[in-house]
């Protein structure tokens, strides 16, 4: 009994640590940009479906994950320099119609390239463990091992350099953080960089354990959305802890409730977040208006 | 609750000014009916299926439309209020006896009543909270439906029967485009009505500043939460409509991808447009045809979505490349066309009237000439504006309190803005609040304003506390205000400003504008916002766009605006700044004249001179604390004030007091000061 909800509560924060990748990407570019990209979950899709193809083509395993990171992050940037800012006056609002447009073509892009069915990447190294009868896998080990290393990466680089702190300020004050030295134009890039960074590590160390599918990107895109919004779109903190616990509950809902209802849990918690704590899960009482 | 921009730029939500004709409206009424009538008898087989759909669909996206258009808000789960009433719909009339007029009329009642549970809170946060929360519901409903026993899981509710008219059974595809097109055409009319109506109006006002229609008596959420309600009940009616003709209801009708194409067809329809709403669900049902026969021709093995590249090419290129969509096309072409006929409204005539208006505006008053006969005008202004003034009620007997402020304090962090003032401002009199920079006055001035809610303290305007609430409760009760960086609502024009101004005189609410009876009560309005500009010498620039005025006349237009509200407590921020001399006597002698007709005035200035010459009351604020108030004598007597300004110690400034002597020597020690003095 106690070892089937331990059980539960791994394989929760191994998916949790993906959702916590994706909200860390949109929260790196919302708070730059004050856009909501819909499309960072197509990114992972993207990256997981291009490793498990150059896999197939005979690339080594790690060579195809590095580049496919590359690529989605080189990807991110073009999207940033095509689409998102050739639009002037780009309100939130937009830019979610914007990114949603960018999502629905990168997924019609993907389903003509590989096809409707689902591929799943081979297992990373390592050999699975075994605590006291919880079995983790060794994959959800690398899932959680990305989240620590990318994820802790990306909050230190935005809360304690220089130059993270100052692409934050650029959201708030342009005028002041190009005084500095930082451009709007470089700070925007730079962040569109980081968040296909963060969704194409995501992509890859999820594939091997869920399929790459070109239509779930959406769906895992916006459950990272929703942690970013228990992180009330700001704090990396927050939305980390956010999604391990969505991620948690989700596995708690499939294993004593129902499979099904499992993916209804992210935006259950959504509105309820929205209706009760609009802040999100932050504890100090922040300058965010909502 | 700042003048933050929630809604979409005002370029892309804009209805067209040529659509807002009524006579055009209505030849374009006409026009759709006839294409409506012929359609089934031309179209082929395949083309009356997509021309079905089309109309189906085009009932969710006319309120789609009228959301992003008007209340600025998107819902990315237009679908699931589609599906909820589809799926309601279909459950009643195969599972209860109850007749299918009123299984319908219920089915969209529950797509209005989900609506309201999900907009009630959410439509008080920022603009994509509500997007985002309606886009989860989306998943919510898609799930719930794929997943119940209740909605039969997959399998989905079927044995729908055909309905019938007056006997006779709709049975084909051209009868059904019959059964359907009179819903259509009501549901633009409905919604055409509503975009001209007073809550029309007031929402495109909002969506210029929504600080400033609040502070004309606007209650933005409310009427965005039934813009909202209203948008599901026409996604509910196509609901209902797609039951009947598909005959069974699966849960694919609540995916997300159905949402999309809502949003495809209004984007590329015309954001804020209802014709384009129209226009695009034929455009997106077409196209959706045509990807899913040519895709597969041109890369062989492709099954499936495949329109969606098309969706999302089209979405994005819609967006960056041509903001108006397919409404705004027609738009550029229709004008483009009155050039080449010659006939288009004449740049070079309107330029030269506004260059005349702009010549009348007494501006750079340099040489005596030109002074004595500015002075003359400005007399001639003054006595026309005198003789026309509109009414000021006065609730309250001149002297007594109008607005009383007690303990009002406004803490940033650990910084104290405000700290404890409390002062009365008295019926016919003029206020003013002035003090050094950074003393706090347009903090206080933003608390009573309804601007900002204080940390702590009241502000009762006539005897009814108003502190911490929207600015819209204080503007229903007479208090308004106009703004030192002007908020202009620049999608109308100079009378549509003033006409916003009488939205708290006005009743109609959004069922009577959608059923186009206000006609009278508008007109009536739009009179009273006439002669108040009349009576302020703007009467000549009534019809310009209110961007084009040059400042001066654009701040004359905010006060003919917050006067048309007839407060009873008028707020003024900073309404000298930017202003030239000759404008400043205008506007100061203007003050004085609706003072003695009984309006009470609070200015918030920086210039102290023009305050002391105005004002019955001074209030004095340094560093967030109120250090002296009485009449401008008292005041500018006052040690503490004179410290203030001269940025002296106390006793110093005592000393200033005590002799002309001892002010000489004062500034002889301190250049700097005199300079400041």
Known sequence: MLVDFLQLTVAGLSQGSVYALLAVGLIATYTVRHVINIAQGDFAMLAGLGAVSMVAGGVPLLLAVIFAIIGVTVASVIMERLIISRVKNLTTLVSIILTLGVSTLIQACMLLAWGAEGRRLPTFPGSDINVAGISIRSQELWMLGALLVVGGGILLFYEKTKFGKALRAVAEQPVAARIVGISPVVASIVAFAIAGFAGGVSGVVAAPLYLATWSAGLLLGLKGFVAAVLGGLVSFRAAIIGALVLGVLEQYVAGYIDGGFKDAVAFLVLILVLIIRPQGLVLRQSAVRV | ?677
Not at chain 2, 207 to 213: I, R
Not at chain 2, 214 to 220: A, D, F, I, M, R
Not at chain 2, 398 to 414: A, C, D, F, Q
């Open chain 2, 1 to 677: 609750m700042t003048a933050q921009k929630t809604a979409l730029p005002a370029a892309q939500k804009r209805a067209p000014r040529i659509l807002q004709n009524a006579l055009v409206q209505w030849i374009g009424v006409a026009a759709l009916v006839v294409a409506l009538i012929v359609f089934p008898l031309v179209a082929s087989p395949t083309l009356m299926n997509i021309g079905v759909f089309a109309l189906i669909y085009a009932l969710p996206a006319i309120g789609l439309s009228l959301l992003m258009g008007l209340a600025g808000q998107v819902s990315l789960g237009q679908a699931s209020f589609f599906a909820i009433s589809a799926y309601a719909h279909a459950m009643l009339i195969t599972r209860t006896p109850i007749p299918e007029v009123l299984a319908a009329v219920l089915a969209v009642g529950v797509s209005m009543l989900i609506a309201l549970l999900v907009g009630w809170p959410l439509l008080r946060l920022r603009g994509h909270f509500l997007a985002l929360a309606t886009l989860g519901l989306g998943f919510i409903v898609y799930i719930v439906a794929r997943e119940s026993d209740f909605t039969n899981r997959t399998l989905g509710i079927s044995g729908i029967q055909r309905p019938e008219v007056f006997g006779m059974e709709i049975g084909n595809n051209g009868l059904f485009f019959y059964f359907v097109a009179p819903f259509v055409v009501i549901g633009l009319i409905l919604a055409l009505n509503l975009t001209r109506s007073r809550a029309g109006r007031a929402l495109s006002a909002v969506n210029d500043s929504e600080l400033a229609a609040e502070s004309l008596g606007v209650g933005t959420y409310s009427l965005r939460l039934k813009v909202f309600v209203l948008s599901a009940a026409f996604a509910g009616l196509g609901g209902v409509f797609y039951a009947y003709h598909v005959r069974i209801v699966t849960p694919e009708i609540g995916e997300f991808h159905l949402s999309v194409e809502f949003l495809l067809m209004v984007v590329l329809g015309g954001l804020g447009s209802v014709w384009g709403a129209v226009a695009g669900s034929f455009i997106v049902e077409l196209l959706r045809d045509g990807l899913r026969a040519i895709i597969p021709t041109i890369i062989p093995g492709a099954t499936g979505e495949v329109q969606l590249i098309g969706y999302g090419l089209v979405l994005v290129l819609v967006i960056i490349l041509l903001p108006g969509g397919f409404v705004g096309v027609v738009q550029i072409i229709t004008r483009w066309v009155r050039r080449m006929l010659g006939k288009g409204p004449s740049t070079t005539a309107r330029s030269a009237k506004l260059q005349g208006a702009s010549d009348q505006t007494p501006t750079g008053a340099f040489s005596a000439a030109i002074a004595e006969e500015e002075a003359q005008r400005i007399d001639s202004a003054v006595e026309q504006a005198a003789a026309n003034l509109p009414e000021m009620p006065t609730p309250v007997a001149t002297g007594e309190t109008v607005l009383r402020l007690e303990g009002l304090t406004k803490r940033y962090g650990g910084v104290v803005a405000v700290d404890n003032v409390t002062f009365d401002v008295p019926a016919g009199r003029i206020t003013g609040l002035i003090g050094p920079n950074g003393a706090g006055k347009t903090t206080c001035f933003n608390m009573i304003s309804g601007a900002i809610a204080p940390t702590s303290g009241t502000v009762s305007f006539l005897g009814r506390e108003v502190q911490g609430r929207k600015p819209n409760v204080a503007a229903s009760a007479g208090l308004t205000r106009t703004f030192q960086n002007l908020q202009v609502f620049g999608s109308t024009d100079v009378l549509g400003n003033v006409y916003m101004g009488r939205y708290r005189n006005g009743r109609a609410g959004v069922l009577r504008g959608m059923l186009g009876m206000q006609g009278a009560e508008q007109r009536r309005h739009r009179d009273v916002a006439r002669d108040i500009l009349d009576a302020l010498n703007l009467g000549d620039v009534a019809d310009l766009p209110a961007g084009d005025l040059p400042f001066g006349r654009q701040r004359m237009m905010e006060v003919c605006r917050a006067l048309a509200l007839e407060p009873t407590l008028l707020l003024l921020d900073e309404p000298m700044a930017g202003l030239s001399g000759a404008e400043r006597e205008v506007l100061a002698e203007l003050l004085r004249r609706l003072r003695d007709a009984g309006l009470t005035v609070l200015l918030v200035e920086h210039d102290v001179a023009q305050v002391m010459a105005l004002a019955d009351q001074v209030a004095v604020l340094d560093d967030g604390d109120l250090i002296a108030i009485g009449t401008p004598e008292e005041v500018q007597a006052n040690p503490k004030v004179i410290a203030a300004y001269l940025g002296t110690e106390e006793d110093e400034a005592e000393q200033v007091l005590e002799g002309v002597a001892a002010v000489d020597a004062v500034r002889s020690d301190d250049p700097k000061e005199d300079d400041d003095a």
